[in-house]
């Protein structure tokens, strides 16, 4: 049975994966899904796909698109989460910036160079008419870090998925200024191009038994309960998340994707935009 490598993001999203590999639905189809946790996001699967670390990943739309065009030889096979991804805009509980205005000046916590935290607060500069070519950063690889940096003043806001992070502005680690929803749908799945022409037959088959899981998904009796108990969330924000995401099984359009880099150039963190027969391959049936 073959096996292939898929990385993503330890979050409530991702757990149709999760229920497709723990009730053996990849196996039956011959099919042996590895799956690695990256608390570090988009940046660090950008780097795992480089390197051929994972054959695949769940990925957000923006960061895989960004890292295509500077090289990463990977395509976009599939939409995942066809919703904005909200994106919260974090400060240390008591940290003296009470609003946004108040962030302009001041140091961005972001997990790497090219991840969501990273890209996303050129989006959040732009939307709030700052200077985005003066934005400040101070890396710190995830949301441990990011808790570490903003209580030692390292970095004054963070922005991480609204969500994920509501446990720590409950328990008063973090204070929540404002959320940030992406323009786009939030998740795709990419794959290394050496994957798709090799065994682009397999990564069909691993689709359709996804897709097949998250078509009800939200049908799941009790995945309400089942998601607030494995990612240590109330129930009532888990409701709420449900209520505001979708999944999908349909291809970026080319639309969404233009919209993408459009947005990515008007930032200057792409250097022109492509077509998107670069970015975007579309699986035949078999």
Same mark, same amino acid.
């Given at each position: 049975m073959k096996? *292939?490598?898929?990385?993503?993001?330890?979050?409530?999203?991702?757990?149709?994966? =999760?229920?497709?590999i723990?009730?053996?639905?990849? /196996?039956?189809?011959?099919?042996?899904?590895?799956?690695?946790?990256?608390?570090?996001?988009t940046g660090a699967m950008n780097n795992a796909l480089r390197s051929g670390e994972i054959d695949a990943a769940v990925i957000l739309t923006e960061g895989i698109t960004r890292d295509i065009i500077n090289g990463n030889e990977a395509k *976009?096979?599939?939409?995942?989460?066809?919703?904005?991804?909200?994106?919260?805009? =974090?400060?240390?509980?008591?940290?003296?910036?009470? /609003?946004?205005?108040?962030?302009?000046?001041?140091?961005?916590?972001?997990?790497?160079?090219?991840s969501g935290s990273h890209l996303m607060a050129y989006v959040n500069a732009q939307n709030n008419g700052w200077n985005f070519n003066n934005l400040d950063f101070e890396i710190v690889k995830d949301l441990d870090g990011a808790v570490e940096a903003l209580k030692e003043d390292k970095a004054q806001y963070f922005m991480w998925e609204h969500f994920t992070t509501k446990p720590l502005v409950d328990n008063h680690t973090f204070r929540l200024i404002s959320d940030c929803p992406t323009p786009w749908p939030c998740f795709v799945i990419a794959v290394r191009d050496e994957v798709l022409k090799y065994d682009s037959q397999r990564i069909h088959t691993m689709l359709k038994v996804l897709n097949r899981k998250t078509s009800g998904f939200k049908d799941i009796p009790?995945?309400?309960?089942?998601?607030?108990?494995?990612?240590?969330?109330k129930l009532e924000d888990i409701r709420k998340w449900l209520k505001v995401t979708t999944w999908s099984n349909s291809q970026l359009s080319e639309k969404e994707l233009n919209e993408v880099q459009s947005k990515l150039l008007q930032l200057k963190l792409i250097p022109k935009q492509v077509e998107s027969s670069e970015i975007l391959y579309s699986l035949q049936p078999f």
């Open positions: 096996s *292939i490598r898929i990385g993503g993001v330890p979050e409530h999203f991702n757990l149709p994966w =999760h229920l497709c723990e009730e053996n639905e990849f /196996n039956k189809e011959e099919i042996n899904v590895i799956w690695k946790d990256f608390p570090g996001g *976009i096979v599939q939409t995942y989460i066809g919703s904005p991804l909200i994106w919260g805009i =974090h400060v240390a509980a008591d940290s003296r910036y009470r /609003n946004l205005k108040d962030l302009e000046h001041t140091k961005a916590a972001i997990s790497r160079e090219g009790g995945i309400d309960e089942i998601l607030a108990q494995r990612y240590d969330q």
